[in-house]
């Protein structure tokens, strides 16, 4: 399970990644990339703070191994989605400033 969530996550890192990419390099002006941009970066951020929640908010799971089990993968889920979020941050912070 750990394996499919880390495949998750690098399949929405590279597809954010490409869909900024894919901004960057259309036919466009500056600030209307850089507004799009910024829009779209919002509306993952968003999106993500809602999984984050959705995530520790999951306690209807019965208490077994299943649920310790569930538990820590939803903590990395968290981690590795607050890295996400942070870095979206960084860019929406740094498309700003341009």
Same mark, same amino acid.
């Given at each position: 399970? =750990?394996?499919?969530?880390? !495949? $998750? $996550?690098?399949?929405?890192?590279? =597809?954010?990644?490409?869909?900024? $990419?894919?901004?960057?390099?259309?036919?466009?002006?500056? !600030?209307?990339?850089?507004? +799009?941009? !910024?829009?779209?970066? %919002?509306?993952?951020?968003?999106? &993500? #703070?809602?999984?984050?929640?959705?995530?520790? *908010?999951?306690? *209807?799971?019965?208490? !077994? #191994?299943?649920? /310790? *089990?569930? #538990? +820590?993968?939803?903590? %990395? =889920?968290?981690?590795?989605? #607050?890295? &996400?979020?942070?870095?979206?941050?960084? &860019?929406?912070? /740094?498309?700003?400033?341009?």
């Amino acid at each position: 399970m =750990a394996k499919g969530g880390n !495949s $998750f $996550f690098a399949f929405l890192s590279g =597809a954010i990644i490409g869909g900024i $990419f894919g901004i960057l390099y259309a036919p466009d002006k500056g !600030s209307n990339t850089r507004d +799009k941009l !910024s829009y779209n970066l %919002d509306k993952y951020r968003s999106k &993500l #703070e809602d999984i984050v929640n959705d995530l520790v *908010e999951g306690k *209807e799971l019965v208490e !077994s #191994e299943a649920k /310790q *089990e569930g #538990e +820590k993968i939803i903590s %990395d =889920a968290k981690v590795k989605a #607050e890295k &996400l979020l942070d870095d979206v941050n960084g &860019l929406i912070d /740094q498309i700003k400033a341009n």
